[in-house]
């Protein structure tokens, strides 16, 4: 061949890969055009509120799809601890709501195809959520989750595949990687006629990088629906988790860390310190446009959750529950007039219940379980109307007011007699409203501005009493008043921005002390969080991409004393980092040939109320990589990644004000994060 010949093929091969990169570029662009999280559909820039989008390819591509941080660390505002303690569960916050939790989420709604799995004493529970499953996460910050209820920190809303979503095919992913790491995952669709399903099914094994860290899973996530005619759709989803077993390694103090980072606490070996999960969710959905003039949907769900557990601690360590989740969710949704002006309203009724049958068992230091501290059952039922409407003075400029009214009912009926009757009940009626402005400078700039209300209950397990049974008479629920200001737009042909400003005053905070090994809770006199969220991502040509996120914010305790008499006011809120900043650089080339480099930084954070504890910052660096085959109608998708590229050490979790009233030196605060791993997998498509 000769030398221009070769020049031209090789031009075209660079330009054919442009092509390919921006088609891909366009597709994913398409998927953000409507937000739905709100429950008032509309578009995004017509949405006075921080609303991120996440589409399939960030969520799927080169990712393990172990937990939520691999989709969402690019969201300004979000911070992610316990990825690796399976335990205990991935600990999510967003603008300091959430922090409080030693495992799980709290004060955070998260909703899967419309399934609600926070419950109604707001805790949530993400542990079978199916990431081979999902195309698309809506993330809300801020005063837009009011009309979620008891949420006051913002919304993670997953959207599923449906059969007729994806190309029909079946598709077998097997991935395996450092500690013991191995997963294997299988999903099929079809469709035929006005039908269609599909179904999901995975299990994972890992060893884990400390003692005592293994954990296995497994997940099945199917859907089955049915469309009568244009408009008119019944859904029905199934979901199960069989989760045998996930070890719990326990905190470490700081010397311990230090001297051996991999080991797992005495006692949580001694003890076999575990859980064990297995839970099934039925949901079935009715979306209709043609009954009436707007669009009607109503969700029926069911869930049934059997847990064990033994905490890393002897005494009444011991735990287990079964739980019955079940409600209904309905909203309407219409474009209308008011005044000669297009008004888009939206009103919803929700009914929510949550019955767990409870026990708790003493622990002997040597595992020996001898005898019952706890049999009761806990009930919580929530209520709630809400309603939102957005109000178009003209075609720039749009208002918008909604409001939420709950009654949340908690009580407990005391079984276990022998140390006096517990049972006992609480009331909360809560209205929570929202307004907001949105102005669109351009077609694709616009600036917005809201201020909510919002509460948040404390959940069962933080109403315990530090004094008996039942429940704790001096804990109160937090109140919340939320402010934004913000901007998102689309600057020349490649770099859009999302900016947001907030603050947010929060009375009778709920916040975390120990006594002895048991963890209890107590309002704070008031908090304040005043911060900065930057998005950006930047099509630097067809073919590569910077995405970059940055949170800068401050959270100070106001008018409190904590436990042991420390005097707090002023200080910092544990657990959260006053600086985070997350980037990442992709390129893309022809037929699914990809990499992507992303670092992480964590600003320094505190690990009790008092500050006697500083956690170092730290940077995590992350690579990987994939390339494509076809062959017929056939692809093989290779991929590879490394994670702490730099072997950085570092702390995946702070149990924050663990073990407070003890010396700061013997403090079990710290779970140390692995060092350098890998991972590799293949997706056969066929």
């Known amino acids: 061949m000769s030398l221009p010949v070769a020049v031209s093929a090789l031009a075209q091969e660079t330009e054919a890969q442009e092509v390919d990169a921006l088609e891909a570029r366009a597709a994913e662009q398409e998927l953000v055009l409507k937000v739905t999280a709100p429950r008032l559909t509309r578009n995004l820039y017509d949405t006075p509120a921080a609303v991120s989008v996440i589409s399939a390819p960030d969520i799927q591509r080169g990712?393990?799809?172990q937990q939520l941080d691999e989709s969402l660390d690019t969201v300004p505002g979000l911070f992610f601890q316990n990825r690796y303690n399976f335990a205990q569960n991935l600990r999510l916050s967003t603008r300091g709501f959430g922090a409080r939790s030693p495992f799980g989420i709290r004060g955070i709604r998260i909703l899967v195809d419309d399934i609600p799995y926070t419950l109604p004493d707001g805790q949530s529970q993400i542990d079978a959520i199916d990431l081979d499953s999902a195309q698309r996460i809506e993330v809300i910050r801020g005063p837009s989750s009011v009309q979620y209820g008891n949420a006051a920190?913002?919304?993670v809303d997953i959207s599923t595949a449906l059969g007729d979503e994806l190309p029909e095919a079946g598709r077998l992913r097997l991935d395996g990687g450092s500690h013991g790491y191995r997963k294997v995952a299988f999903q099929g669709n079809g469709s035929g006629d006005d039908t269609s399903g599909i179904a999901t099914l995975s299990w994972l094994?890992?060893?884990?990088?400390?003692?005592?860290?293994?954990?296995?899973?497994?997940?099945?996530n199917t859907r089955v629906s049915h469309e009568f005619s244009a408009g008119r759709r019944l859904t029905a989803t199934l979901n199960a988790?069989?989760?045998?077993?996930?070890?719990?390694?326990g905190g470490l103090s700081l010397s311990q860390a230090e001297d051996d980072p991999e080991q797992a606490t005495t006692l949580a070996k001694r003890l076999d310190s575990s859980q064990t999960v297995n839970q099934q969710t039925f949901g079935l959905q009715f979306d209709d446009s043609l009954a009436l003039p707007g669009h009607y949907s109503v969700t029926g769900f069911y869930t049934h959750r059997d847990f064990a557990q033994q905490l890393p601690f002897p005494g009444s360590s011991r735990i287990a529950y079964d739980r019955d989740f079940y409600g209904l969710s309905s909203q309407y949704q219409?474009?209308?007039h008011l005044a000669g002006m297009p008004l888009t309203w939206v009103a919803g009724l929700d009914v929510h219940r949550q019955s767990d049958q409870r026990r708790r068992y003493l622990v002997s230091i040597n595992g020996e379980v001898t005898g019952q501290s706890q049999a009761e059952t806990q009930n919580a039922t929530?209520?709630?109307?809400f309603g939102q409407g957005d109000l178009a003075l003209s075609e720039q400029l749009t208002v918008s007011l909604g409001a939420r009214y709950d009654h949340l009912r908690l009580s407990i009926d005391d079984h276990w007699l022998s140390d006096g009757n517990d049972s006992g009940s609480r009331n909360f009626r809560e209205v929570s409203g929202v307004a907001?402005?949105?102005?669109?400078?351009?077609?694709?700039?616009q600036i917005y501005g809201s201020i909510g209300t919002a509460f948040e209950a404390p959940t069962f397990t933080e109403f315990a009493n530090p004094n008996g049974g039942g429940f704790n008479p001096d804990l109160e629920?937090?109140?919340?008043?939320n402010r934004e200001l913000g901007m998102r737009g689309l600057l020349g042909q490649g770099l859009s921005y999302d900016i947001a400003v907030f603050s947010i005053r929060v009375d009778d905070e709920i916040l975390p002390y120990n006594l002895g090994s048991q963890t209890f809770y107590e309002n704070a006199g008031e908090t304040r969080r005043n911060g900065l969220e930057v998005g950006l991502a930047w099509d630097i040509s067809y073919a590569w991409r910077l995405t970059s996120a940055l949170t800068l914010a401050d959270y100070e305790l106001r008018d409190f004393t904590d436990e042991e008499g420390n005097d707090a006011d002023g200080n910092d809120i544990p657990g959260l980092p006053g600086e985070l900043w997350v980037s990442e650089l992709e390129w893309q080339g022809r037929k699914g040939r990809f990499a992507a480099l992303e670092w992480q930084y964590v600003g320094d954070l505190y690990a009790e109320n008092s500050n006697q504890t500083e956690v170092d910052a730290y940077w995590l660096v992350g690579l990987r990589a994939g390339d494509s085959f076809q062959w017929s109608e056939q692809t093989l998708n290779l991929y590879a990644g490394v994670r702490n590229l730099l072997d950085e050490d570092y702390f995946a979790n702070v149990r924050i004000n663990a073990n407070a009233n003890r010396p700061v030196e013997d403090r079990g605060y710290f779970e140390p994060g692995p060092g350098r791993t890998f991972y590799a997998g293949l997706e056969w498509v066929f």
Do not use: C, W
């Open 63 to 65: 990712q393990q799809r």
């Open 153 to 155: 920190g913002g919304v």
């Open 205 to 220: 094994n890992v060893d884990g990088h400390r003692e005592h860290s293994a954990a296995e899973k497994g997940l099945l």
């Open 241 to 249: 988790l069989h989760n045998p077993k996930a070890e719990d390694p």
């Open 334 to 336: 219409q474009a209308s």
């Open 382 to 385: 929530n209520t709630a109307m």
């Open 436 to 445: 907001g402005i949105s102005y669109r400078i351009t077609p694709v700039h």
């Open 477 to 481: 629920p937090q109140q919340a008043l």
